[in-house]
């Protein structure tokens, strides 16, 4: 059974930052691009940042608009962890936050598995 357990969300101030973990089990996890979405109160569920594989062990990673230049993503395959390190955070900023898995390669659009969410909220 896959599961992907996502940490680290919380309050933080108006240019604060946060990192998010997700731990993936279930999968091998070296063998899946690895990203994160978000989904603010009465909006659809928003791409945020997500490796995609492109062939080999490489991967390309995809930011959404949003958030280029202030998000960074990383993985550690040993530990099958991948993070979302998030500065200068803004008050739109605020979401619950998805850890996801795609074991297509390519731009993000059908993950096949979702983390349950962790709440991020940024005050101004």
């Known amino acids: 059974q896959v599961q992907l357990v996502e940490s680290g969300g919380g309050l933080v101030q108006a240019g604060g930052s946060l990192r998010l973990s997700c731990t993936a089990s279930?999968?091998?996890?070296?063998?899946?691009?690895m990203g994160w979405f978000r989904q603010a109160p009465g909006k659809e569920r928003e791409f945020v940042v997500g490796y995609s594989r492109s062939g080999g062990s490489a991967y390309y990673t995809y930011y959404g608009d949003s958030v280029k230049g202030r998000f960074t993503i990383s993985r550690d395959n040993a530990k099958n962890t991948v993070y979302l390190q998030m500065n200068t955070l803004k008050p739109e900023d605020t979401a619950v936050y998805y850890c996801?898995?795609?074991?297509?390669?390519?731009?993000?659009?059908?993950?096949?598995?979702w983390g349950q969410g962790t709440q991020v909220t940024v005050s101004s």
């Open positions: 996801a898995a795609q074991k297509r390669g390519g731009s993000w659009s059908s993950p096949d598995y």
């Open positions: 279930g999968l091998t996890f070296s063998s899946y691009g």
